[in-house]
């Protein structure tokens, strides 16, 4: 532990500079503008500026993704509350009770819980990215190639089946990210694969094109494409005090705790996210409130509960991201280009190899809590005034700011023309209900699970027992096969 606390010490010195400061302050204020906007997620959020950061330093560029991801999840809630219109699946229970209680001129209250919760969330995650970290990464070290390879197959059926309803389609969309990923020059061979005579594709497709295509333009064509009220939506205004009352603290002190204890563990596993911690924790707080009868009408522990089940699940997500290099949410997905960016592979090695860069990162993650939560509740009518921009001038906006990203990356009217068609087909994806994380998942492990199965083929002299022989590749890969039948069987049973 002390030395975990010596290397979190080096973390706050790099964080603690005048410059980081910076970028982690701009971080959580535009995560927190960007996502408070109506129908926008981390996700898209991150992936929107992503080229916005393609010259800033390697440690600067990830102390600011690090504050847009716990901003933007904290700006999805005043959404979900004054407007009743989630950005993305998670804060779907916030929606639910929060409006309700906003309705009840309440909405300064659900407000406060929401933004305390999440700071309390917040801070428990991260202190649980501090202390996991180093034994996830003392255990992945222990790896072979074939035990890699397993684990990223593991990865591979776990994202694509619960990311989407459907373990077909998710699939579906991680072979088209592989096929994505293998497009350029093959680094054992040194041959060109699927490059189709394009010279620009010889050195493969850059994946911030990818996933601004997928989940800034694909995204915003969607949301552009729906059908809209001749009327604008209702922003419920603030009335009441955000200070909360001794009563609100009493009922949501606890919740915000147990919350915590579900959403980071969940969080963690590859399979997780954060819609089951949330819904469990409103479930779990409606069973043991004093006031069961408000649930359905503005109860604060739905509030308060979920929330911090939402924002704690969101640093646990870090962890097998850091230590294993493996995204199991779309955000973390995006947030993977954007190491991948700096030619910064995440995993095992990293926290060896770039000690600083990690610990800097986890260190600005307690400064963006504390930064978030000064600056969330006093500047709630700025975020009330967002929520107000008409729409077509918001999806104008952000594929402007597409547009000129990806180009100001390369200079390449290719990459260009890629964007739109990528964005084409995500708006496709969208409408026919095919999930689009697992294409940047494809796209991001593919080759590096191809390099893997390559390394352990060439260790065993192609034996293909090595991945039945070896217990941990055996056991990932059970795992593996567990995760694509055991549903299958469960809706057998139930139709039976």
Do not use: H
């Amino acid at each position: 532990m002390s030395e975990t606390l010596g290397y979190l010490a080096q973390g706050f010195a790099v964080a603690l500079t005048p410059t980081n400061l910076m970028w982690c302050f701009i971080g959580v204020f535009v995560g927190t503008a960007v996502g408070v906007l109506p129908g926008i997620g981390p996700a898209l959020t991150i992936a929107l500026l992503l080229p916005l950061t393609y010259k800033v330093d390697a440690t600067a560029a990830l102390i600011l993704f690090a504050g847009i991801y716990y901003g933007a999840m904290y700006g999805g809630s005043t959404t979900s509350i004054l407007l009743n219109t989630p950005g993305e699946s998670a804060t779907i229970v916030t929606a639910m009770e929060g409006n309700q209680m906003a309705k009840r001129g309440r909405a300064g209250a659900a407000l406060a819980t929401a933004a305390i919760g999440s700071f309390v969330a917040g801070t428990i995650g991260t202190i649980g990215i501090t202390f996991l970290a180093e034994p996830v990464v003392n255990l992945a070290l222990r790896f072979g190639p074939a035990d890699y390879f397993s684990l990223m197959l593991l990865a591979f059926v776990t994202v694509s089946a619960v990311l989407g309803n459907s373990a077909v389609r998710g699939l579906t969309s991680l072979a088209v990210g592989i096929f994505l990923g293998l497009i350029g020059i093959d680094l054992q061979t040194g041959q060109p694969r699927f490059w189709f005579g394009i010279t620009e594709l010889s050195d493969g497709i850059n994946v911030i094109v990818v996933a601004v295509g997928l989940f800034a333009v694909g995204e915003t064509l969607y949301l552009a494409a729906q059908k809209k009220s001749d009327a604008p939506p209702e922003v419920l205004e603030v009335k009441d005090s955000i200070m909360m009352s001794r009563e609100d603290w009493a009922r949501s002190w606890k919740p915000w705790l147990r919350g915590s204890a579900l959403g980071f563990p969940i969080g963690a596993m590859p399979a997780g996210g954060a819609e089951i911690p949330t819904f469990l924790s409103y479930y779990i707080e409606k069973k043991l409130s004093p006031k069961p009868e408000e649930f359905g009408k503005g109860a604060i522990e739905g509030v308060a509960g979920p929330e911090a089940a939402n924002n704690a699940s969101a640093a646990g997500v870090l962890v097998p991201m850091l230590a294993l290099g493996l995204p199991t949410s779309a955000t973390a997905a995006i947030m993977l280009s954007a190491f991948q960016s700096y030619q910064i592979t995440p995993g095992p090695l990293l926290l060896q190899q770039q000690a600083s860069l990690v610990w800097g990162l986890i260190a600005s993650l307690y400064i963006g809590n504390v930064m978030l939560l000064v600056l969330n509740l006093p500047l709630i009518a700025l975020w009330v005034r967002m929520l107000k921009i008409p729409q077509p001038l918001l999806y104008g906006g952000i594929l402007m700011f597409a547009t000129i990203g990806t180009y100001g990356i390369s200079q390449s009217y290719v990459d260009l023309i890629l964007l739109y068609l990528i964005g084409g087909m995500g708006l496709l994806m969208r409408r026919f209900d095919f999930p689009t994380a697992p294409v940047i998942i494809g796209m991001i492990l593919g080759p590096l699970a191809e390099q893997n199965f390559r390394q352990a083929m060439t260790i065993s002299q192609g034996d293909m027992t090595v991945f039945l022989t070896r217990p941990l590749s055996a056991s990932l890969l059970a795992l593996g096969v567990l995760a694509l039948v055991a549903p299958m069987l469960v809706r057998l049973r139930r139709s039976a």
